[in-house]
Nanobody
């Protein structure tokens, strides 16, 4: 069992920056893939960025160069540093964990454990 608790979401202006945090706990979670997903009402939950236990990272094309995922193992915390934010980045952001994401790093169905979400709103 893995538990995830997100924080850091808020309203920011376009062009601004924000860092999301996700405290992760549970047995053997350090072997898992960890990821950030986002969802707007009426749409699918999309993978934004993931990191595996070897440190490999994968990003959604639209956030490459703007978002950075990292994992501070000592603090048991997953981060998503977001910069040059755009109104289309507005969404509920979720962190998630998967035992194995070889079937698709950004694929929602690969992930078993989810946090409760944190809202990011980017105003124009």
């Amino acid at each position: 069992q893995v538990q995830l608790v997100e924080s850091g979401g808020e309203t920011v202006q376009a062009g601004g920056s924000l860092r999301l945090s996700c405290v992760v706990s549970g047995n053997n979670y350090k072997r898992y893939c960890l990821g950030w997903f986002r969802q707007v009402p009426g749409k699918e939950r999309d993978g934004v960025a993931t990191i595996d236990n070897n440190g490999r990272t994968v990003y959604l094309d639209s956030v490459k160069g703007r978002f950075t995922i990292s994992h501070d193992i000592a603090k048991n915390t997953l981060y998503l540093q977001m910069s040059s934010l755009k109104p289309e980045d507005t969404a509920m952001y979720y962190c998630a964990a998967a035992k194995d994401c070889s079937g698709g790093y950004l694929k929602r169905d690969e992930y078993t454990y989810w946090g409760q979400g944190t809202q990011v709103t980017v105003s124009s």
